[in-house]
């Protein structure tokens, strides 16, 4: 890896896995190229089950130790929860101001979250309003927030926190991605780490057949197919 690579990256969305299926192959290949990656979940995940008799406390216990271990099988450094409430995530200031003080804490070259846009990732599917509102939040903490010391100048003040200007930023989940990363070497790490989602993956067979189309890079040959990541790319430094 280059010198002049950025080192430091933080990766910010709404629920525990996802960051497992968004970009679970990215992260091990940047750790593997000796990026730190730390993980910033927005909510810990206590609405995952559509059982009335389910507890939403020990359901986010299970959730938060399930992305934990995930984290783990990537190598990601540290997890961060927030713990705003699963649903109901809105981009409000106060959001915005949660991922400007974490933003300013771990200081990363490098974003990653999703689209805000993103409304029908496929015909079967309608993307989760968390999502969305991660996205927009983190964009929001980003550009100009995080890098400017007239937003949340109390940060600064009470919390010693300086502004932060983030390099770039990925957007997973794109609607017009412009990059891909081939993680090809990192398909069974990222598979693996989605196992550790138990609560959330009832098949994981099933889970796999479906990814190992969705990630497919139709371009490459069938006796030697690659596995990508896409994202939107946006490089703030120029
Ligand atoms: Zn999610």
Redesign the pocket.
Known sequence: MNSDQPLRVLVV???P??PE?YCGGTVARWVSEGREVTYCLLTR?DKGDDDVETDPEQLAQKRMAEQREAAKVLGVTEVIFLDHPDGYLTPDLTLRRDVVRVIRQVRPEIIVTCDPTNFFPSDRYIN?S??RAAGQATLDAVFPAAGSGLYFPELLQEEGLHPHKVEQVYVAGAQHPNTIVNVTKFFDRKLSALKEHASQIPNIEALEKNLRERMLDTDSPPDAPRYIERFMRIDLRR
Do not use: E
């Open positions: 969305l709404a629920h896995d996802d299926f995940g989760h968390d999502h």
